[in-house]
């Protein structure tokens, strides 16, 4: 007896990718779909929006002009960050003298030493204009430096950058002239030279203010300030305005 073949069933041609996407359930489908994405690229660190978290430990307040943020000998357990203003580094002697060290403003830290065991202050902050700083515990700081490695590589090039502007103050105090020294002072405050910044004019700083942070008399100012006026590389209109050919002044022999 003759058996007849068993029939076979054809094979099922291979399914569209496509096809086999919709088979899935969705949240599997779209795993498939972010699987094919290009990864994103790292995101651009605003240390701004990421000081202002909530969970940092922060306090914000606005402060008015010579109203001090903290004093000389206050105790050191807290770094500041500039939002808005100018705020003004000083010291006092024993004999009262004042001598401005720095000012500081938006993006910058104050008191960082904080975070090398420094228990006390060793000068004062005082904002010059209406200013706004954010206060962030030791603990908290070293906490966010620990984890968040962008806030981190942007602290670390923001203290080597300030260490060097250190530098370059001492080396302008003692190797140059008065009027090299104003000089210098005028083209810092105005951001003279900065790509990022076209605005050359300084307002709220007082002669007696240049004084401090140059190391020599009002009145010594005063001469200078007109010197540089009458030889155009200054002018008053509404403020304070730096131009860039007061460059001669610092890179005269």
Do not use: W
Not at 148 to 162: D, G, T
Request: charged share 30%; glycine share 6%.
């Amino acid at each position: 007896m003759n058996r007849r073949p068993l029939a076979t069933k054809p094979m099922p041609e291979s399914r569209s990718r496509d096809d086999s996407e919709r088979t899935q359930p969705p949240h599997q489908r779209g795993e498939i779909r972010k699987a094919t994405k290009e990864p994103k690229k790292g995101r651009c660190f605003d240390p701004q929006l990421f000081l202002t978290k909530a969970d940092l430990g922060t306090s914000v307040a606005g402060y008015r002009p010579n109203r001090k943020i903290f004093s000389q000998g206050d105790p050191c357990d807290a770094i500041f960050y500039v939002q808005k203003g100018k705020v003004k580094l000083s010291v006092i002697s024993k004999q009262g003298k004042e001598a401005i060290i720095a000012i500081l403003g938006p993006g910058d830290f104050i008191a960082e030493t904080c975070l090398t065991g420094q228990s006390l202050h060793m000068a004062s902050a005082t904002p010059i204009v209406p200013s706004i700083v954010m206060k962030i515990p030791k603990k908290d700081m070293l906490r966010a430096l620990q984890k968040e490695p962008a806030l981190s590589s942007h602290f670390i090039s923001y203290l080597l950058s300030r260490n060097r502007r250190i530098e370059d103050d001492l080396i302008n105090q003692l190797f140059n002239s008065s009027e090299k020294r104003l000089a210098r002072t005028l083209l810092l405050l105005a951001n003279v030279g900065k790509e990022d910044k076209s605005e050359n004019v300084i307002s709220d700083i007082s002669q007696e203010t240049l004084a401090k942070m140059v190391g020599v008399s009002r009145e010594r100012v005063n001469v200078l300030m007109n010197k540089f006026r009458k030889l155009g590389f200054i002018s008053y209109d509404g403020g304070l305005e730096v131009h860039t050919s007061l460059l001669s002044i610092v890179l005269k022999e």
